[in-house]
């Protein structure tokens, strides 16, 4: 393969939420505009702000299970109630044409991808502590005291999984955080230290914090 017919990579984002995922892609994809966003389809309720086919296509459980049922996802899952999905189609040209591409899914639409794609790259990132993520969901007011309960169980639950991810990523100070993200995607030398068997004894804590 020459270089101008370069498959792109394909990366795989998970987080519980309320552990900045969006805000640290987000951030990541500024300073790398050369990688490209999935977006998915779900059945949850746009959120204040978010545009169709820009965060996500919002559609109702009847398109959903249409796309699902045609075999259109690459993977799908039910996360706090809806159901999201990854097209399949886009992400297949976006890497034939040599563009990276990020998903930001849930730990099971995770291992699912990793099952069809074994050569994508699978990035967990935590919070410091539990009760970091629990300020975190309360400080950004957009979840009710009972979905925050649901979440920080969801988040249990996740963080279970971790060590099926290539790296781990902490998000205690954000900077930091986006520069660990940032030497994934360049698989600079500094990546090795992220990797999931050298962050056991950071994340290990915080996993015997949650039993
Ligand atoms: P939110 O509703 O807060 O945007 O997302 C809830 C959860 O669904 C997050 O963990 C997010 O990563 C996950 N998610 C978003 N899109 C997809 C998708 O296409 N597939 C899967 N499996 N999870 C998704």
């Known amino acids: 393969m020459t270089e101008n017919n370069k498959k792109g990579r394909l990366f795989i984002v998970t987080a519980p939420s309320g552990a900045g995922k969006t805000s640290l892609v987000k951030a990541l994809v500024e300073l ?3 990688i490209k966003i999935s977006i998915s389809h779900t059945t949850r309720q746009p959120r204040e702000g978010e545009r169709e086919g820009i965060e996500y296509y919002f559609v109702n459980n009847e398109a959903f299970d249409y796309l699902k049922n045609k075999d259109e996802f690459l993977e799908s899952a039910e996360c706090h109630g809806a159901q999201y999905g990854t097209a399949m189609a886009p992400v297949k040209s976006t890497l034939k044409m040599g563009t990276d591409i990020i998903l930001e899914i849930d730990y099971q639409g995770a291992l699912n991808v990793k099952k069809i794609f074994s050569e ?5 990132i935590i919070p410091p502590s539990m009760a970091v993520l629990k300020e975190r ?3 950004r007011g957009q979840n ?3 979905d925050i309960k649901v979440r920080l169980a969801a988040a249990k639950e996740e963080i279970s999984h971790l060590e099926k991810f290539d790296y781990v990523i902490i998000n205690n100070k954000f900077e930091k955080a986006l520069s660990d993200l940032k030497s994934v ?4 030398p500094e990546s090795k230290n992220l990797e999931t068997k050298k962050q056991k004894r950071i994340f290990q804590s915080l996993i015997d914090s949650i039993k």
């Not at 995607?185 to 600079?188: I, M």
């Open 137 to 139: 969901l309360e400080g």
């Open 120 to 124: 994508a790259v699978s990035i967990f």
């Open 185 to 188: 995607f360049k698989d600079s």
């Open 144 to 146: 009710s005291k009972a």
């Open 32 to 34: 790398c505009p050369e």
